[in-house]
């Protein structure tokens, strides 16, 4: 069974029950925001779209439960590499609050052809959801790689999406307000620092400035072939020290062979795996060195990451039943 294709058909029912019972009583629409974590990155760097709602209230339905939303981008400029559920401000999905009597949460983020169809519906009762759902959260975020430089990367929600949706705790529709429907990252290229001046040039330099007015001067001379001394043995001093640290501090590519990961598997493509981070449920996908078994699903990973292009590579994963 495709629980993904589970979902969607819910939501999509729901949405055709909401239209035929009509809306909840007037009041107050919830406002949905679309932000980012940074303005501007360097081609390479990690940023986050985040997506927010405000204005929910514990009154009968006026708490979220479920949503459906196309972003549109351009995937030359932003990869894809993961997404949450979790309200940071809270550390919960506040669309799988603690329950006993939880059906469970059901959610992905899936891009195809420059536009990532996010959902996420809500197995908390309405009850719950309408006493224990905060009134302001973040309910979705999409993690990205900047991938080339551009003045300003757009993500925005698609509003001619027939299927955009968002449910309060009744299953009908909730009434939002789209404060902001878009977010603009600038990308910068990724380029290195212009080094200082080197002692050396210094020198050389200084002493073409006096040689201008040393003429038979035994004493200028003297004094020019003092300071090319100094400076020149500033620089080996300086040379000297930056070997000693190259050799005394090895550069992170040389003494990391990775970065650790602990999450569980969620769904096995061949070698490559789904799997929600265990400190702050981020979802994301890597690859592996060979052919996963479906046994994996619902086991332990850790493991080594590290970056390769678009992909985050395991070399070597440790499986553990949880």
Request: aromatic content about 6%; overall charge negative; hydrophobic content about 50%.
């Given at each position: 069974m495709?629980?993904?294709?589970?979902?969607?058909?819910?939501?999509?029912?729901?949405?055709?029950?909401?239209?035929m019972?009509?809306?909840v009583?007037?009041?107050a629409?919830?406002?949905?925001?679309?932000?980012?974590?940074?303005?501007?990155?360097?081609v390479?760097?990690?940023?986050?779209?985040n997506?927010?709602?405000?204005?929910l209230?514990a009154a009968?339905?006026?708490?979220l439960s479920?949503?459906?939303?196309?972003?549109?981008l351009?995937?030359?400029?932003?990869?894809?590499?993961?997404?949450?559920f979790?309200?940071?401000?809270?550390?919960?999905n506040?669309?799988?609050l603690?329950?006993?009597d939880?059906?469970?949460?059901?959610?992905?983020?899936?891009?195809?052809?420059g536009m990532i169809d996010a959902?996420?519906l809500s197995g908390?009762?309405?009850?719950l959801?309408?006493?224990d759902?905060?009134n302001?959260?973040?309910?979705?975020s999409l993690?990205?790689t900047?991938?080339?430089?551009?003045s300003g990367?757009?993500f925005s929600?698609d509003?001619?999406?027939?299927?955009?949706?968002?449910?309060d705790?009744q299953?009908?529709l909730?009434?939002?307000?789209?404060?902001?429907?878009?977010?603009?990252?600038?990308?910068t290229?990724?380029?290195g620092?212009?080094?200082?001046?080197?002692?050396?040039a210094l020198?050389?330099?200084a002493?073409?400035?006096?040689?201008?007015?040393?003429?038979?001067?035994?004493?200028?001379?003297?004094?020019?072939?003092?300071?090319?001394?100094?400076?020149?043995?500033?620089?080996?001093f300086?040379?000297?020290?930056?070997a000693?640290?190259t050799?005394?501090?090895?550069?992170p590519?040389?003494?990391?062979k990775g970065t650790?990961?602990?999450?569980?598997?969620?769904?096995?493509?061949g070698?490559?795996a789904?799997?929600?981070?265990?400190d702050?449920?981020?979802?994301?996908?890597?690859?592996t060195?060979?052919?996963?078994s479906a046994?994996?699903?619902?086991?332990r990973?850790?493991?080594?990451?590290?970056?390769?292009?678009?992909?985050?590579?395991?070399?070597?994963p440790?499986?553990s039943?949880?």
């Open positions: 495709n629980l993904g294709l589970l979902c969607k058909q819910a939501l999509c029912a729901s949405s055709l029950v909401a239209g019972l009509g809306g009583t007037a009041q629409a919830p406002v949905v925001i679309v932000s980012a974590s940074q303005s501007s990155v360097h390479g760097e990690s940023f986050s779209i997506f927010a709602i405000a204005g209230s009968n339905g006026n708490s479920g949503f459906d939303i196309n972003v549109l351009n995937p030359a400029l932003a990869s894809l590499n993961g997404f949450s979790t309200d940071p401000a809270s550390g919960l506040q669309l799988d603690p329950d006993p939880s059906l469970g949460f059901v959610g992905d983020a899936s891009l195809s052809s959902y996420g908390n009762g309405a009850a959801l309408d006493a759902q905060a302001g959260f973040r309910f979705l993690m990205f900047a991938m080339a430089a551009s990367a757009e929600i509003l001619t999406d027939p299927g955009l949706l968002f449910l705790s299953g009908a909730l009434p939002i307000e789209l404060q902001t429907t878009q977010a603009f990252v600038e990308i290229p990724n380029n620092q212009v080094p200082e001046p080197g002692a050396l020198a050389l330099l002493l073409a400035a006096m040689g201008l007015s040393l003429g038979k001067n035994a004493g200028l001379l003297r004094s020019a072939t003092a300071v090319l001394a100094l400076l020149l043995g500033a620089l080996s300086s040379t000297a020290t930056q000693q640290a050799l005394s501090s090895p550069t590519a040389a003494t990391s650790p990961i602990d999450a569980v598997v969620l769904e096995i493509a070698s490559r789904k799997l929600k981070a265990v702050d449920g981020r979802v994301f996908w890597i690859t060195s060979s052919a996963l046994d994996k699903v619902g086991q990973i850790q493991g080594l990451a590290q970056a390769r292009g678009d992909s985050i590579h395991v070399g070597s440790s499986f039943k949880l």
